[in-house]
T-cell receptor, first 108, second 118 residues
Framework: RKEVEQDPGPFNVPEGATVAFNCTYSNSASQSFFWYRQDCRKEPKLLMSVYSSGNEDGRFTAQLNRASQYISLLIRDSKLSDSATYLCVVNNFNKFYFGSGTKLNVKP | DTGVSQDPRHKITKRGQNVTFRCDPISEHNRLYWYRQTLGQGPEFLTYFQNEAQLEKSRLLSDRFSAERPKGSFSTLEIQRTEQGDSAMYLC????????????????FGPGTRLTVL
């Protein structure tokens, strides 16, 4: 079983839409959680950390459910520039495990 | 530029040749990670260093792969006797250890070295 599982998509949404991505992880002892964004042929860049209480950064909201071992990312009012692959990342004792990514296409 | 840098950005080699990649982390970061990424997949952990000590190696890292970080600053990743299956993007990332060497903080990635083995 993979450490981190994500729906690969693609999610094709119009500008202005709200879209949600989910991710599950297998190790209940995982210590910290992140969402990274990766543009085509570029390196991953941190979008946001994910905290147990949930956290928001502008149009982006991240949630963590430790009981269900589930992480989510919600993007409101999608912009064309949000088109990218979103990687769910889990830290297990300083080893970072990445999901395969969920591809988002925002269309005019 | 004070970010993570990697050299070379692209490497094309013939099967059986040895290649070496270099990573320069953010200067105050004590942790350095190597990953491999293939098309359609997320980065896969290969190994990581805290300062000059190599603390963990993935089972993906066969004995043809070796990594060093001799002075706790830059790191090198060497692949001996390259195979076509080694073709991938090799990413380096750095981070600061948390308090008391605890969980790592966020990682910052370099632009990667794209390896093509012919």
């Amino acid at each position: 079983r993979k450490e981190v599982e994500q729906d690969p998509g693609p999610f094709n949404v119009p500008e202005g839409a709200t879209v949600a991505f989910n991710c599950t992880y297998s190790n209940s002892a995982s210590q910290s959680f992140f969402w990274y964004r990766q543009d085509c042929r570029k390196e991953p860049k941190l979008l946001m950390s994910v905290y147990s209480s949930g956290n928001e950064d502008g149009r982006f909201t991240a949630q963590l459910n430790r009981a269900s071992q589930y992480i989510s990312l919600l993007i409101r009012d999608s912009k064309l520039s949000d088109s990218a692959t979103y990687l769910c990342v889990v830290n297990n004792f300083n080893k970072f495990y990445f999901g395969s990514g969920t591809k988002l296409n925002v269309k005019p | 530029d004070t970010g993570v840098s990697q050299d070379p950005r692209h490497k094309i080699t013939k099967r059986g040749q040895n290649v070496t990649f270099r990573c320069d982390p953010i200067s105050e970061h004590n942790r350095l990670y190597w990953y491999r990424q293939t098309l359609g997949q997320g980065p896969e952990f290969l190994t990581y260093f805290q300062n000059e000590a190599q603390l963990e190696k993935s089972r993906l890292l066969s004995d043809r792969f070796s990594a060093e970080r001799p002075k706790g600053s830059f790191s090198t990743l060497e692949i001996q006797r390259t195979e076509q299956g080694d073709s991938a993007m090799y990413l380096c990332a750095s981070s600061l250890a948390g308090t008391a060497g605890g969980p790592s903080n966020e990682q910052f990635f370099g632009p990667g070295t794209r390896l093509t083995v012919l």
